[in-house]
């Protein structure tokens, strides 16, 4: 699965943003709003909530009886969702059986762990500012059509990647730029700025990916099956 994208520049000498279009051929198997609402009907995931402004929303916990772990309120997440704001799910690799079977090849093919997060929105509500993460990242359309830049510069790795710090938007200089549809594939560089400008109904996943030689526990993605005599 992952050919076109190793063909597509030389990594070892000139790694830089990557646009793959069509990479997944039925991208609603990957993530649908169907998906999405089973997330929001199990408490094996995490939620953010984005607000308009850019920041994260609170989200009321609680603890039942029964539960090792408190949970997020449903409610708040619901009518957040529902009010065509931006939402965030963290540990989604494990919902959708197709994308456990990716993070697997991306493992095997490089030296990473891999996640999912899913970013989405049921109207046009802003994402983050222009901003670097921690680690490379792919991104994967499956509903909607996003505007991207991704930028040439990058953050340092000598220090933690801040994004409090305004920036100079006079020295960024853009890498790629275009619009993802579903099924297109992005890939952003470790560190690089990069923004997206959504102003449509839209799901996306994103792989982040932290290298190996900073931890080496892989996920166990394997699916165990119960044999029964009846
Ligand atoms: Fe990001």
């Not at 982040?208 to 005599?229: E, G, K």
Request: with cysteine; net charge neutral; glycine share 4%.
């Amino acid at each position: 699965m992952l050919s076109r994208f190793f063909a597509s520049r030389n990594f070892h000498q000139d790694d830089g943003a990557v646009f793959i279009s069509r990479f997944l051929e039925n991208p609603t198997d990957y993530l649908s709003w169907k998906d999405v609402e089973n997330c929001l009907n199990r408490d094996d995931v995490f939620w953010e909530l984005i607000t308009d402004g850019g920041n994260k929303a609170n989200i009321p916990m609680y603890k039942p009886y029964w539960s090792p772990v408190p949970c997020q309120d449903k409610k708040t997440i619901h009518d957040h969702i529902q009010d065509k704001k931006s939402f965030i799910i963290t540990g989604y690799s494990k919902v959708n059986r197709n994308l456990t079977k990716l993070c697997s090849e991306i493992e095997r093919s490089c030296d990473v762990n891999a996640g999912v997060h899913v970013y989405g929105s049921r109207g046009g509500s802003p994402s983050f500012k222009t901003h670097c993460d921690n680690f490379s990242n792919f991104i994967i359309q499956t509903v909607g059509c996003t505007y991207w830049q991704v930028y040439k510069n990058r953050h340092t790795s000598l220090i933690q990647t801040r994004n409090d710090k305004p920036l100079n938007y006079d020295i960024l200089e853009i890498d790629w730029e275009g619009v993802l549809t579903p099924g297109d594939l992005l890939y952003i560089p470790n560190r690089a700025y990069h923004q997206a400008r959504p102003d449509e109904a839209r799901l996306s996943i994103s792989i982040p990916c932290a290298p190996s030689v900073i931890d080496s526990n892989f996920y166990d993605r394997r699916y165990y099956q119960i044999q029964t005599n009846n």
